[in-house]
């Protein structure tokens, strides 16, 4: 079993639509992170959070540790927002992390 | 400031060969952390390296070796190849253990 669940696999969406992207995770973290990485292979981190909620641009991030469970939230989706969105968690104080298997995501005009 | 850069970035090896893959971190940054990512088994953690020493290693053999260098500069190595080796090898750095981690774009590795 994988210790970080992400659904759905893939999503097609029309542009403007309302996105969210979900990860449950089965241990215990001291950080969830949100990744995205576009075709060609780059990794950019776009939240990091320990708790509550984190706003940038179009994107929002989530995080309930009680339920052990996060939200990627993309409002008014671009098709420049095409990628794979990789839930990871790490634990204590290292930078060990575990991934989840990403969700791709295209968004059409 | 510049990015993390990983040299070199397409590799083409032969099995039973070695390969030493190069990451420079960000000016500052002293965590350096090497990933591997396949189509089969997604990113998977190899290592973290934090002021010369190896902290963290995830579930790879003894053939995936790392270090880091007193300007953090990190090389990872792998001995005798096997053809499931070839992937992405990602580099990433931090300023500290638990903060924030910046990519590098990656080395591409295929062996034959």
């Known amino acids: 079993k994988n210790e970080v669940e992400q659904s759905p696999q893939n999503l097609t969406a029309q542009e403007e639509e309302f996105i969210t992207i979900n990860c449950s995770y089965s241990?215990?973290?001291?950080?969830l992170h949100w990744l995205q990485q576009h075709p060609g292979g780059g990794i950019v981190s776009l939240f990091m959070?320990?708790?509550g909620k984190k706003k940038h641009g179009r994107l929002i991030a989530t995080i309930n540790i009680q339920e052990k469970h996060s939200s990627l939230h993309i409002t008014a989706s671009h098709p420049r927002d095409s990628a794979v969105y990789i839930c990871?968690?790490?634990?204590?104080?290292?930078?060990?992390?575990?991934f989840g298997t990403g969700t791709s995501l295209t968004v059409i005009p | 400031k510049a990015g993390v850069t990983q040299t070199p970035r397409y590799l083409i090896k032969t099995r039973g060969q070695q390969v030493t893959l190069s990451c420079s971190p960000i000016?500052?940054?002293?965590?350096v952390s090497w990933y591997q990512q396949t189509p089969g088994q997604g990113l998977q953690f190899l290592f973290e390296?934090?002021?010369?020493?190896?902290?963290n290693k995830g579930n790879f053999p003894g053939r995936f070796s790392g270090r880091q260098f007193s300007n953090s500069r990190s090389e990872m190595n792998v001995s005798t190849l096997e053809l499931g080796d070839s992937a992405l090898y990602l580099c990433?750095?931090?300023?500290?253990?638990?903060?924030?981690?910046?990519f590098g774009p990656g080395t591409r590795l295929t062996v034959t």
């Open positions: 390296y934090f002021s010369e020493t190896q902290r």
């Open positions: 241990v215990g973290i001291s950080a």
């Open positions: 000016s500052g940054h002293r965590s």
């Open positions: 959070l320990s708790s």
């Open positions: 990871a968690v790490s634990q204590n104080t290292g930078n060990q992390f575990y």
């Open positions: 990433a750095s931090s300023v500290l253990q638990g903060y924030e981690q910046y």
